[in-house]
């Protein structure tokens, strides 16, 4: 039996591999690894997959900044946009229905995803 | 300028998505891709500066609530670090049309999970209020 720390490391481990690799995407194995398997408690483990996803992007970020031709004037709109966002949802989060969300992501993500397989 | 307005508008939307807990990174990611013809190195490298500083601010509060399991997550982030330098080289040494189509792969199965999850796992507690525990 592994202890509960080996089980974590294992679980960032793969969400290094994912988030590096995509870019994005982490949390979506973190999460589910930490209650299922660490046996941590939900909002401890979302919480927790922040501070452990955090530094993960920084090390990544860091890798493409220094390794591809970084376009930062492209960028920009995106980062400031994506910040006014999440402070938005942040101020709203729990007003708002999610479950249809969940789906029109869910469709959004494979038609997405199966354009990119067949570009 | 147009297209300007539309990535702060396509940022704005992800970013809302992001912060209630539906995965609004590989979302952007798709629409800098399939839609503004961006490369996916780049699109993969604007996500990931991104959420720099917007899980700055989940992270204070996610603190200050003491919600944060410090011992396991500190586990995690000393072996996520080796794999995702790694898993970085990897995918920015390879050429970017097959790190796309793995990319396609990999959101296809996520939203497959998206559209048959139950949904109040996936609710992010925030500041903490109005979310119910479910035990």
């Given at each position: ?119 | ?11 704005g939307v ?47 509060s996610h ?44 959101v296809v ?27």
């Amino acid at each position: 039996m592994l202890s509960d720390k080996a089980k974590s490391a294992l679980a960032g481990a793969a969400a290094g591999v994912v988030n590096g690799f995509f870019g994005a995407g982490g949390g979506m194995v973190l999460v589910p690894l930490l209650i299922g398997w660490v046996k941590m408690d939900q909002r401890k483990a979302f919480a927790s997959s922040v501070f452990i996803i955090l530094p993960l992007c920084a090390v990544s970020a860091a890798v493409y900044l220094l390794r591809t031709e970084f376009d930062f004037l492209r960028a920009l709109p995106y980062l400031i946009g994506g910040l006014a966002g999440g402070f938005i949802g942040g101020r709203i989060f729990g007003k708002v229905p999610t479950k249809l969300l969940h789906r029109i992501f869910g469709i959004l993500l494979i038609i997405g995803g199966v354009r990119a397989i067949a570009s | 300028m147009k297209d300007w307005i539309i990535a702060l508008l396509a940022g704005g939307v992800t970013g809302v998505l992001s912060a209630w807990g539906v995965g609004g990174g590989s979302l952007l990611i798709l629409f800098m891709t399939g839609v503004q013809g961006m490369d996916q190195p780049l699109s993969q490298g604007i996500n990931l500066l991104y959420f720099l500083p917007t899980s700055l601010t989940a992270l204070v509060s996610h603190l200050k609530n003491r919600l944060i399991d410090i011992k396991l997550a500190l586990c995690a982030v000393a072996a996520g670090a080796v794999t995702t330098a790694l898993s970085s080289l990897l995918a920015t040494g390879l050429d970017t049309q097959v790190v796309r189509k793995i990319f396609g792969a990999f959101v296809v199965i996520i939203g497959i999970t998206e559209l048959f999850r139950k949904c109040p796992e996936t609710r992010r507690p925030d500041e903490g209020t109005q979310d119910t525990p479910r035990e």
